[in-house]
């Protein structure tokens, strides 16, 4: 009698984990990470990226690309290089800022460094340019349309 019982017990167990499993399963396809409505994409996800990012790397022969990555660049994320893009192509058209170099770069703690004329920066607000710094924003601003 107990063994038939311990069976019992024991199948009753293994059902209610297959269960519990497959309703986790079910569940966990309709996870929504982006938090918008069903169909639609958060604004800071692209499908491409920005056009001065694609005339960059189609003009150096690499074709489509998520970014255009420089010989002798420091490399930061994604998104950080494709601003970069977007404010090396506003620098070229300023008298003012052509003749400054400014490189996004990912620091030794995983965060954005700015290097502007060799010189590193944590934050926009540190760098001494106020050129720049409007710059660096403006090319925030065009990236975020």
């Not at 920005?50 to 255009?68: D, V």
């Not at 990912?106 to 004329?117: F, H, K, Q, S």
């Amino acid at each position: 009698m107990t063994m038939s019982l311990f069976l019992i017990l024991g199948g009753i167990v293994v059902i209610v984990m297959v269960v519990a499993l497959g309703w986790l399963f079910l569940r966990s396809n309709q996870v929504d990470l982006t938090g918008t409505q069903e169909g639609q994409k958060p604004e800071w996800m692209r499908t491409t990226p920005p056009q001065e990012t694609l005339s960059a790397t189609q003009a150096e022969g690499e074709g489509i690309t998520l970014f255009n990555e420089d010989a002798g660049e420091k490399l930061a994320a994604p998104f950080a290089e494709q601003i970069e893009d977007i404010l090396k192509k506003l620098m070229a058209s300023d008298p003012q800022l052509s003749g400054h170099t400014v490189d996004f770069g990912t620091a030794t703690d995983g965060g954005l460094e700015i290097w502007v004329d060799g010189k590193p920066y944590r934050e926009v607000k540190d760098i001494p340019e106020e050129t720049i710094r409007a710059a660096i924003q403006k090319a925030i601003e065009i990236y975020k349309q």
